[in-house]
């Protein structure tokens, strides 16, 4: 797959020639698939440096015991994180299923750092949703023992386009699936912009993939129905597990 940029921050172009596999199929089929695809959006981006609500990176730190070498490896796994909502449109060709034209929701991210370990990493749990009035987000949960054991992020566009970012989240990750098994239908609510909204998430579909040379992060990305202060939405949520069995077929 190629990513090509065309406009920073703006536009970008997707596309694809080679084999997919086959969702929950025993025989693990493999069939062509390409596309064409093209990313925009005209909304501004989060910064995870500088626009996270002090309130939720306070109470983070806060819940941690503090130390000189507590701060210093603070200051040596800091990553540079960013997130922007927009849209997906194009033209998918799956063999044997035809051709389809695609105009979806998305979201793109980008990280960057010193170095970035996966195997710090505890668990996660985060959303993104559109919902019919226009607002979209991205709220949830994440647990890095090393850093911070409970971190509450996330932000809020309006529908007019104006970003917020989240300043609580009450789902507590220990209720839910602390044993590898994420709940498929449950509820939390969050603050941004002086709002509180109760979310209510469906899950439709949730294949399983794995990051790492050793596999060492397993992510379960969950296609779901939501419902938001009585608002129908969809997106999908992605809850990721620190996994230690090591990659069955590393010498592949």
């Known amino acids: 797959m190629t990513i090509e940029p065309i406009e920073p921050m703006k536009k970008w172009k997707i596309s694809y020639d080679g ?4 969702q929950n199929d025993k025989e693990e089929r493999m069939i062509p ?11 501004p981006h989060f910064d995870f440096d500088t626009d996270l ?3 939720t990176v306070a109470r983070a730190i806060a819940r941690e015991p503090w130390s000189k ?3 210093e490896n603070f200051k040596k796994r800091h990553q540079t994180h960013h997130e922007q909502m927009g849209y997906i449109k194009g033209t998918i060709k799956i063999e044997g299923y035809g051709e389809h034209d ?4 998305s979201m793109r991210d980008h990280s960057y750092a010193r170095e970035r370990d996966w195997t710090l990493m505890h668990r996660y749990g985060l959303h993104n949703v559109t919902v019919e009035d226009g607002t979209k987000f991205m709220v949830g949960i994440l647990s890095m023992p090393v850093l911070l054991s409970e971190f509450e992020i996330g932000y809020l566009y309006s529908p007019e386009g104006q970003v917020h970012s989240v300043e609580s989240c009450d789902l507590n990750l220990y209720e839910h699936g602390e044993h590898g098994v994420p709940p498929l ?16 998430c469906e899950v439709l579909e949730s294949p399983d993939v794995y990051i790492g040379i050793d596999w060492e992060c397993r992510i379960i990305e969950r296609m779901c129905r939501f419902h938001v202060n009585g608002k129908q939405g969809w997106g999908f949520a992605e809850w990721q597990y620190r996994r230690y069995e090591g990659c069955p077929n590393k010498n592949k």
């Open 33 to 43: 698939v390409s596309w064409e695809l093209e990313w925009t959006s005209d909304l």
């Open 53 to 55: 609500s002090p309130a």
């Open 102 to 105: 695609l105009k979806l929701n």
């Open 69 to 71: 070498s507590y701060f």
């Open 185 to 200: 239908d449950y509820a939390f609510t969050f603050k941004a912009a002086g709002k509180t909204y109760l979310v209510h």
């Open 19 to 22: 084999k997919m596999k086959f």
